[in-house]
C-alpha cells in the first residue's frame, strides 16, 4: 500500500525542497520515502505523522482515518461522541477557536476531559500539585544533606538484604520516625510543622470547594 506523504505534501502546498528543509533532510531522500524507494525508521514516520498532524498508521497508509479516532478511542477512553460534544462546548465557551488544527482540538478536548484543562476542576488540580510541590520545597529547606547521607550509610550498614539496601534516599525521608532528626540544627521543627500544616490544610479546602 502506498503510502500518503506526497498527497499530504502536496495538500499543504509544499514542494519537496521545501519540505526537505523543514525536516532537515535531503530532497532525495524524501522522493525516496514518497516513492516508497526507501522506507524510513519508524521515529521518521512519527516525525512526519506529526508535521502533518495525522496519525502515523495514515500516513504510512495502513489506516483511512485521517484524525485517528480508534487510536484516540483506545488510548483516552472516550468515545468520539464524547470528545466531538467537548470540541463543540470548547468552542462555544471560547476555549478553542476553531483555527486550530481538527487534530491538535481533539487532543485539547482529551485534556479537558480528564480533568486538567482550564477548568475549575482543572485549576483546582493544579494549584493542589503546586502546593504539594511547596510542601516539598520547604522540607528540603530544613533537610541537612550531611544528615541524610549519614543517614543512608546508616541504613546500608544495617541491612541485611538486597531488597534492603535498595531503598533509595527519598524512601528513607518519607520512612523516618523523626523528620527533625535530619533538619538543620539551627533551624526549628516546630515552624517547619506550623508551616506544613498550614500548606496542607490548603490542599484539604481547595479539595473541599465543589464544582458544577
Not at 54 to 80: A, C, H, I, N
Amino acid at each position: 500500500m502506498e503510502n500518503r506523504l506526497a498527497e499530504l505534501r502536496k495538500s499543504n502546498g509544499l514542494t519537496l525542497k521545501a519540505l526537505a528543509d523543514a525536516l532537515g533532510l535531503k530532497d532525495n531522500t524524501l522522493s525516496q520515502y514518497e516513492t516508497g524507494k526507501r522506507e524510513p525508521k519508524i521515529a521518521m514516520w512519527e516525525r512526519l505523522a506529526e508535521f502533518f498532524e495525522v496519525p502515523t498508521p495514515y500516513l504510512m497508509g495502513l489506516s483511512d482515518d485521517p484524525l485517528g479516532w480508534k487510536q484516540w478511542e483506545k488510548q483516552t477512553g472516550f468515545s468520539r461522541k464524547q470528545i466531538q460534544d467537548e470540541i463543540t462546548r470548547l468552542l462555544a465557551t471560547h476555549h478553542l477557536t476553531g483555527n486550530e488544527p481538527y487534530y491538535s482540538q481533539i487532543g485539547i478536548a482529551v485534556i479537558f476531559l480528564n480533568g486538567d484543562g482550564e477548568t475549575d476542576t482543572g485549576v483546582k488540580r493544579y494549584v493542589d500539585k503546586q502546593l504539594q510541590q511547596l510542601l516539598n520545597d520547604v522540607r528540603s529547606q530544613y533537610e541537612d544533606p550531611q544528615k541524610i547521607m549519614e543517614l543512608s550509610k546508616n541504613h546500608v550498614d544495617h541491612a541485611k538484604t538486597p531488597a534492603e539496601k535498595a531503598v533509595t534516599i527519598g524512601q528513607l525521608i518519607a520512612n523516618a520516625k523523626d523528620p527533625s532528626s535530619i533538619f538543620f540544627d539551627d533551624m526549628d521543627a516546630d515552624v517547619y510543622n506550623q508551616i506544613s500544616e498550614i500548606i496542607s490544610n490548603a490542599r484539604k479546602q481547595i479539595a473541599s470547594i465543589e464544582t458544577k
